[in-house]
């Protein structure tokens, strides 16, 4: 079995950075059909050639956010712009909660600020 990230899920298949130079396409097998894969999960994978493959497990998460849908976050920048238009003080808050509840430490970049 190899071991990979997802890097795209489009219609039910789940393309897979396996460390080669193409990604592996996969579909999920019988007993992995209510778990929910996101991007940026980690799996194990069997490949069957010509960047095909089946996905056997489900590696543990360090972490994930709901919205959007991703996983195993190395690092998460919130970058606003200081002024045209006015930086959104509640979208900030909520963006650092989430980061705060899924246990990542976020980034706070502020552009434009020759404008302010």
Do not use: W
Request: glycine share 8%; with cysteine.
């Amino acid at each position: 079995m190899t071991k990979g990230r997802v890097i795209k899920n489009y219609n039910g298949y789940y393309y897979v950075d396996a460390g080669r130079e193409n990604l592996v396409e996969c579909r999920r097998r019988g007993k992995l059909l209510k778990a929910k894969i996101l991007v940026g999960d980690e799996l194990e994978i069997t490949e069957l050639g010509q960047d095909k493959g089946v996905i056997e497990a489900l590696l543990p998460r360090r972490n994930q956010i709901r919205r959007p849908a991703v996983a195993n976050i190395d690092q998460l920048l919130v970058i606003m712009a200081a002024k045209s238009p006015d930086p959104n003080q509640f979208l900030v808050d909520k963006m650092l909660m989430t980061c705060e509840y899924g246990g990542i430490h976020p980034t706070l970049c502020f552009n434009k600020c020759d404008l302010d």
